[in-house]
């Protein structure tokens, strides 16, 4: 499934709170508190993912209450961009802040409260750990946070999710690749900090991490990276940046070779490269020998390199039927 949508007003009045709590149910999220009678409430919500599995879902309604904490979660953390809306937010007794047009953030199957005291609508995004886990360092550390958008990156980026908001009806997953990169580097650059707290015990070295990813990242294509290529462009030992990586969970190598496989299944994935062969992108992305490149594949997702553009290219093809019924 890429897509689907729900609205109270398609269903009997008696029926409006359960179809709701059942759409919630979907999202995992905790149940509801209406502020309003339940006859009068109403909600809508229009959920698309994305090919790596990233979840938008845009809900508006009536004034509400989601309290609790819901098991079984499929995603890590998830984000909120509050959009429209008198927000209130609780979390261990305490009220963080909750403006419109910032963004909030948390575990999943966190206790925690957000009220809305007004007609609302409200950007709800959750991200696989696949897209960024092996860049988080200690996803555990990870507590619930508050990210204004007034200025600078924070509101460049809530600008992008506020026009996908507006359109997201209109959205084909296809569509949907670049936001796909733009949103798991937008979480890494702000809660790189908040998950390596603990691991690295200092924000100088948090820091350095960061800069060398972003350094490997913008080179990726190119077969020569290397340990001591990054040692030397950074003036610090290898052992050094070893040591960094290891303290967030991961070695240099299996932290290249993972955003070099993310990159290829991403392209793999893209009609705009289906000109290009499998071997093609392998090499676009640094890989060196094509057959290896397909074991590595394989060993990380459990498919053939292959078998998954194929299995995305039957995706888009049954999309694009379901869009023209």
């Known amino acids: 499934m890429t897509s689907w949508k729900v609205s109270t007003d398609d269903c009997s009045v008696k029926e409006r709170a359960r179809i709701w709590q059942r ?37 508006s309604g009536s004034p509400l209450e989601i309290s609790g904490k819901s098991g079984d979660q499929p995603y890590p953390f998830w984000l ?21 047009g910032s963004i909030i953030y948390a575990p999943t199957g966190v206790d925690m409260t957000l009220s809305v005291k007004s007609d609302f609508r409200i950007l709800y995004v959750k991200i696989p750990d696949s897209l960024v886990n092996t860049r988080l360092l200690n996803p555990n550390l990870i507590d619930v946070g508050y990210l204004p958008c007034e200025s600078g990156i924070n509101q460049v980026f809530a600008s ?12 084909e997953t296809s569509m949907l690749r670049p936001v796909e990169i733009a949103m798991s580097e937008f979480v890494i650059s702000n809660l790189i900090h908040e998950s390596g707290v603990q691991e690295f015990g200092s924000t100088a070295k948090i820091l350095h991490f960061k800069r060398i990813c972003q350094l490997i990242d913008a080179n990726l294509a190119n077969p020569s990276l290397s340990l001591n290529m990054v040692a030397e462009k950074y003036k610090v030992s290898s ?3 070893q040591k960094l990586f290891e303290s967030g969970g991961i070695s240099f190598v299996n932290y290249v070779r993972t955003r070099r496989l993310e990159r290829c299944r991403c392209e793999l994935g893209n009609p705009e490269y289906s000109h290009l062969s499998v071997s093609d992108i392998c090499f676009r992305w640094g890989f060196n020998d094509a057959g290896h490149f397909s074991r590595t594949f394989r060993a ?12 995305q290219v039957e995706s888009m093809k049954q999309e694009t039927e379901i869009l023209s019924l």
């Open 80 to 100: 909120a961009l509050l959009l429209e809306g008198e927000f209130s937010l609780k979390y261990r007794g305490a009220e963080l802040p909750a403006e419109t």
């Open 239 to 241: 052992r050094y940046i």
């Open 23 to 59: 759409a919630m149910d979907k999202l995992f999220m905790p149940s509801c508190q209406f502020g309003c009678s339940d006859n009068q409430f109403h909600g809508d919500i229009s959920c698309v993912y994305t090919p790596q599995g990233i979840e938008f879902s845009v809900m």
């Open 160 to 171: 992008m999710l506020t026009s996908l908001s507006n359109n997201i009806d209109e959205l």
């Open 300 to 311: 990380a997702f459990g498919i053939t390199p292959r078998e998954y553009r194929r299995q």
